[in-house]
């Protein structure tokens, strides 16, 4: 209850601080986003960023996954036992909210996903976590709620099947997935 | 317990059981034999188990299983050590006279099981059993069972759990059964199956198709149900599966993902949480009436409840200090307070049947323990470690863990393997149980009335 309250809270001092400093205004939305994650200390280290954009011309469906992902960027990543959006995550997420924006049909869905060193019930939690502050910040941005579910896979479904660091790290994330509304079909 | 402990894979309706007593010896009470279980490594017990005699071809072979499974479920407790037949001097196949002591002293056995089997008129198989202490040379107990014949290991179990009960003084839990996850694949498609079976890893079934991704399943304590979690429709909540029927059903009509469910002790509630906007909360559902009652009020996550023995408290896994820890509460969820305060990061409580300890998985350092604490969070020792051990279950009668155990996997997956293991709760006798297929999230059965 109390989460939810300030949850709140933190999503209108967001939208307001958009209103006044659009687009990359990464200061205001940045402090919204730390905020929100109330018991994260934020740390520096550096989450392996996303399939970088690639300007393909005779490339995906615009408003498809494939656009998202090439264009866009499908995912962001998160520190270990962490829910709070780096940097990096946020600039990626402002840019899907604006391509949300361009193709206002597309519905989505956001998976929350952990890396396997943690317990299969609290990292259920954890991944819901992970994709509400996704959904939290897109909303935020001015994405309608109605169009972004979001479903926690826990330690269930990693992307790198490696046992180390560097799959943890590919594997603690929020991935975009569009779900209905693309232009295409 | 009511009613029968009947169900569909289990076959076994009805089991009659009868002391039986062979008019002689009961010289004083010394030294009884005994194992005192509480003990760290007591040297296993020598025992003979005679293969159960049989008239028929037919009852002669049910006798040879059925001692062999009593003797491998004894085997595994760690607690006792069956005696090679081959040495064996005798066969007594008779359970109608005394055996001849002095013959089992020599080859060292300490007790002496024998019995015989024979299948009566109406069809039924009926078992009769003796336990012998062969230094005093008194009968320690004897029973007879009768059962359908495809009921035979279930007898087997009861005569294990009856020579366990008289020797240990603790509750037998061989006739016990285990449902868990059953696992193939790749790691990022790793298919998941409910799966039951004996405790010794026989009568393995299968209770899902694999279609949907399914977790965490526990038994209700009338034995009939597990909840578990479904990924069905790609909307995880929590459901119930009714092991005679096959029938699932969903569990409360909830608007965000449900999961870490467990019954309370009397089965009519299932505890579980419910994940909304980012938040998790333990709830409390009576699964007749679906009146539903919220525990805890925190935006911190709050999952895996279980109640103690007695309905009365809760413990369950919150990182409302920061880090995951563990935390118990009253049933109506006033009074929280933390119980797990060594270093590192607590998960999975789970009350013992008898009260007194709570299970756990630790995190520490990169390491995964499984340990045990005293409920207010005393006495914590740690019984196994590993890459990753996860979710301790408790044999009904409190002295066994089963938990699981999973391995490293290099960049293409390979490495990667998950498997059931039991331990003792002296930390000794760790075993693999043999699945078919890879396995977690494993759940023992309460003890099977009959």
């Not at chain 1, 952990?114 to 991944?127: I, P, Q, S, V």
């Not at chain 2, 790609?234 to 599966?241: A, D, E, I, M």
């Amino acid at each position: 209850m109390i989460f939810r309250i300030f949850a709140l809270m933190v999503a209108v001092a967001l939208v307001s601080a958009c209103e006044t400093a659009p687009d990359e205004s990464a200061a205001a939305s940045g402090a919204g986003a730390s905020k929100a994650a109330t018991s994260s200390t934020g740390t520096t280290s550096a989450a392996t960023p996303a399939a970088t954009p690639a300007a393909a011309p005779s490339g995906p469906t615009a408003g498809s996954q494939e656009d998202l992902v090439a264009n866009v960027g499908d995912r962001v990543f998160f520190d270990f036992d962490k829910y709070n959006l780096q940097p990096d995550a946020r600039a990626t997420l402002e840019k899907q909210a604006a391509w949300m924006k361009r193709f206002a049909s597309v519905t989505i869905s956001i998976e929350g996903h952990c890396d396997e060193r943690g317990t299969r019930e609290y990292n259920l939690a954890l991944g819901e976590r992970r994709a509400n502050a996704v959904k939290d910040f897109l909303v935020a941005l001015g994405v309608s709620p109605s169009r972004v579910k979001t479903i926690s896979y826990g330690k269930e479904r990693p992307i790198a099947l490696g046992s180390n660091d560097q799959a943890w790290e590919q594997n603690r994330r929020g991935v975009t997935v569009v779900t209905g509304g693309s232009p295409s079909g | 317990m009511k009613g029968p402990g009947g169900c569909a894979i289990g076959p076994i309706r009805s089991v009659i059981v009868a002391l039986i007593a062979l008019a002689a010896t009961a010289p004083p009470a010394w030294a009884e034999l005994r194992i005192d279980i509480t003990q760290g490594r007591a040297e296993p017990l020598p025992i003979a188990i005679a293969e159960f005699a049989g008239a028929s071809a037919e009852d002669a072979q049910f006798g040879r299983d059925i001692s062999r499974v009593v003797s491998a479920d004894l085997e595994r407790s760690g607690l006792f050590r069956p005696l090679d037949a081959r040495a064996f001097i005798r066969t007594e196949a008779s359970v109608d006279v005394l055996p001849r002591f002095a013959d089992w002293r020599v080859i060292n056995a300490q007790a002496l099981v024998h019995g015989v089997a024979n299948t009566l008129a109406d069809g039924r198989l009926r078992v009769q059993f003796r336990l012998w202490d062969v230094v005093a040379e008194q009968q320690m107990t004897g029973f007879v069972y009768q059962s359908s014949p495809a009921g035979w290991r279930r007898l087997a179990h009861l005569i294990a759990d009856a020579v366990y009960e008289r020797i240990t003084g603790e509750t037998g839990y061989f006739d016990t059964r285990i449902v868990y996850i059953a696992e193939r694949g790749p790691k990022n498609r790793r298919i998941k199956r409910l799966a039951i079976m004996d405790q010794d890893g026989e009568n393995h079934q299968f209770l899902t198709d694999g279609s949907n991704l399914v977790l965490t399943p526990r038994f209700s304590p009338t034995l009939q149900e597990i909840t578990y979690l479904s990924y069905y429709r790609n909307v995880p909540r929590v459901y119930l599966f009714n092991i005679d029927t096959g029938r699932q059903q969903i569990v409360g009509d909830f608007p965000g993902m449900t999961y870490a469910p467990r019954f309370s002790p009397n089965g009519k509630q299932v505890i579980m949480s419910m994940s909304k906007d980012g938040n998790s909360e333990i709830f409390a559902m009576d699964i007749r009436t679906d009146e539903i009652v919220q525990l805890t009020h925190h935006s911190a996550i709050d999952t895996s409840p279980g109640y103690s023995p007695d309905g009365e408290r809760v413990v369950f896994n919150s990182d409302r200090g920061g880090a995951q820890q563990l935390y118990v509460m009253d049933a109506d969820g006033s009074d929280v307070r933390r119980i797990s305060f060594g270093d590192g990061r607590y998960a999975t409580p789970v009350w013992s049947p008898r009260g007194d300890l709570i299970a756990f998985t630790k995190i520490h350092r990169g390491t995964f323990y499984i340990g045990v604490m005293r409920p207010d969070g005393t006495g914590e020792r740690l019984l196994t470690e590993g890459f990753l051990v996860e979710a301790p279950t408790w044999s009904p009668n409190g002295r066994v863990l089963m938990y699981f155990r999973q391995w490293p996997s290099d960049e293409t997956g390979s490495g990667n393997r998950s498997k059931v293991y039991s331990i003792d709760l002296t930390g000794h006798n760790e075993r693999e149980i043999i699945t078919p297929l890879d396995a977690s999230d494993p759940a023992w059965s309460p003890s099977i009335p009959f």
